[in-house]
């Protein structure tokens, strides 16, 4: 998943009529929309809104988490929305996969809202309340309220530093299944933006070195060689600790070309390469995060809390 990229949804033309209400915002930057008090009575939709994947295992995986949500939720229809830049031949919908991207998507929300109420709650599966999930929701703001459509909408897995922690405990549990050996570091790769969203990578390297102390997380964009996120930095202090093997992991939604071929891929300059250059040898474990368990049960339960599905849950709540 890719956050900081280019996107036609930064050139959202309004679809909704003049005079539509402004979206409430949570104390943690969540969207809430409610605009209809007969819920109950409304067709419902779950969109899960991921950048997507060009890579066929990457598809897979996520098209795998929908199904998966789909039976989870059998009486509300599921959609994939992509939210990645619509390059020529490289977007993830270009090649036969299921879903759409979601500004191709919001024209039919809107003549489904004017048939009558709607409610739709988006989950983001994005890593990092970044510059892509600001768009997508901006790109939603239009559509709440409008017909009497009801939109929430769900943060990524950070969405904030006190999400820190968690994300920790979730790969924490996520190696406990497949125990690295114990003189093997764990290196995770994060994607990394400009945005000022980068700093969700930094609180969560501090969570990790709580809870993992043989973990290290980098990123593969704006992180300059002395950075702590960069791979150089993180290659020499590993190899000044003495460590001679190493776990790699990708900390993306799914392990697209990022994962396969700038992680794990045998070129100069990947990851895998910049480490063998320090003496360490590593080897990978390419599964994105909707297919790690403990992962793909928080995005459930946070889908769960929005639609109001979960025992003891408040119904139609930015999450919690």
Not at 149 to 163: M, T
Request: charged letters at 20%; a neutral charge.
């Amino acid at each position: 998943m890719k956050d900081g990229a280019g996107s036609a949804l930064n050139r959202r033309e309004s679809l909704a009529p003049e005079g539509i209400a402004s979206p409430g915002i949570g104390s943690r930057g969540e969207v809430c929309y409610r605009h209809s008090p007969a819920m109950n009575e409304h067709p419902s939709l779950c969109i899960l809104a991921a950048h997507g994947s060009s890579h066929p295992s990457a598809r897979a995986a996520l098209e795998a988490f929908a199904a998966r949500v789909g039976r989870e939720f059998p009486a509300r229809r599921v959609l994939l929305a992509y939210t990645a830049s619509p390059r020529a031949g490289n977007h993830p919908a270009a090649r036969g996969a299921q879903g759409q991207p979601l500004e191709e998507m919001l024209p039919g929300l809107y003549a489904q809202a004017r048939l009558g109420p709607l409610r739709v709650a988006v989950q983001s599966l994005h890593v990092i309340a970044g510059e892509e999930f600001g768009r997508m929701c901006r790109s939603l703001e239009d559509l709440a309220g409008c017909c009497g459509a009801e939109v929430a909408i769900g943060g990524p897995l950070l969405d904030s530093p006190l999400d820190a922690p968690d994300v920790a405990m979730a790969l924490r549990e996520s190696l406990a299944q497949d125990p690295p050996a114990p003189s093997e570091a764990v290196v995770l790769m994060g994607h990394g933006t400009t945005h000022a969203a980068q700093s969700l990578y930094r609180h969560l390297a501090q969570a990790l070195r709580l809870s993992l102390p043989g973990a290290r997380l980098g990123v593969l964009e704006a992180a300059d060689e002395h950075d702590p996120l960069n791979i150089r930095a993180i290659a020499s202090g590993l190899a000044a600790s003495g460590v001679r093997k190493a776990l790699l992991m990708p900390l993306l939604t799914v392990a697209g070309r990022h994962a396969h071929k700038d992680l794990a891929g045998d070129q100069p300059g990947s990851w895998k390469s910049v480490l063998a250059a320090h003496g360490i040898e590593s080897r990978a474990d390419l599964a994105g995060l909707v297919e790690r368990e403990p992962f793909a049960a928080r995005l459930v339960r946070r889908l769960r809390a929005l639609t109001g599905g979960g025992q003891g849950e408040t119904p139609w709540r930015a999450r919690a």
